[in-house]
């Protein structure tokens, strides 16, 4: 009965090893995915920190583009205003040219039939 007692507290052991065995090596692949997920978490981080400074000089460039766009807009709007004040002196000029011009072409018109 005694063996019988030492050979089953022998397995036990035996047992209680594997089992050791195979928590050691459960944890190793736990260290091991842990790590690897550290790894890919540092990865992320560093590519978002890099595609938000992307983006923050994409807009802070797109904001210079736009505002340059404004001023030079402002300027031809500027421009216009101002040669459609000096062309006002122009137009009246440009009404009596043509008004002079039909008057010749009536007295011309006269003369021929004359």
Known sequence: MEAKCIEEYMERIRVLD???????????????Y????????????GIEEASEAVTLGSIKSLAAVVDKSVQQKLLLVSKCQQLDREMQGVQAVSAKVQEIKRLLDVMEYTRRRA
């Open 18 to 32: 594997a089992l050791e065995q195979q928590a050691m090596g459960l944890s190793r692949m736990l260290t091991t």
């Open 34 to 45: 842990t790590d690897r997920l550290q790894e890919r978490l540092e990865q992320r981080v």
